[in-house]
């Protein structure tokens, strides 16, 4: 069970060759994103500012995807980009998230077949709190992403918790 002996028919127990630090990391490489992805908080391109705060505290999160008329990802908006247009003086109620949000080709994503481990090396390199799940799918001859999913810190920690929760080597 923990991965030093294996068996075969008619040669019996024997010793794998692979040491405690390879049957962690192989544990680690199992967990994928599609089984630990949350559902996506999303709002629509023409949605205010003000909007996008309301949701952001009605779905308790801290990061909503953008979708654009076709209802495929546009852009992102975090916590910061919303303090900070709420920091100026215009009506939240007239400004369109679009022209806050961190927009296309620039978003960071992941797919659901990859593993969590590369989805949580993105979170560190990037400096971000939260990435799309998306699949890609063509919109007027260009690739274009439908988001299925987000990974979040707390993903992440939870992958991390039942990892510890498993590992007897
Ligand atoms: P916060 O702003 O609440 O600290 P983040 O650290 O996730 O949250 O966001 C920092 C900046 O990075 C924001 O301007 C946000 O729009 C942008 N951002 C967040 N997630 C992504 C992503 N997946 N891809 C690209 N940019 C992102």
Redesign the pocket.
């Known amino acids: 069970m923990a991965g030093f002996l294996d068996a075969r028919p008619r040669v019996g127990y024997f010793y794998t060759g692979k040491d405690s630090n390879q049957l962690i990391k192989e544990e680690v490489n199992r967990k994928i994103v599609k089984d630990y992805k949350a559902p996506p908080i999303i709002i629509k391109e023409s949605s205010s500012v003000y909007d996008a705060i309301c949701t952001l505290f009605l779905e308790d999160v801290?990061?909503l995807f953008v979708l654009n008329g076709k209802g495929h990802l546009a852009g992102?908006?975090?916590?910061?980009?919303l303090l900070r247009a709420a920091l100026g003086k215009q009506n939240l109620e007239d400004m369109p998230v679009s022209i806050i949000?961190?927009r296309m080709p620039?978003?960071?994503?992941c797919m659901p077949d990859d593993s969590l481990l590369d989805a949580a090396k993105k979170l560190i390199d990037?400096?971000?709190?939260?990435?799309?799940v998306v699949r890609p799918t063509v919109e007027a001859g260009k690739t274009a992403y439908e988001v299925v999913g987000r990974v979040t810190k707390t993903t992440i920690t939870r992958g991390f918790v039942e990892l510890g929760n498993e590992i007897h080597v």
């Open positions: 801290g990061t992102v908006v975090s916590r910061k980009d949000m961190t620039n978003i960071i994503t990037y400096q971000i709190d939260s990435l799309p």
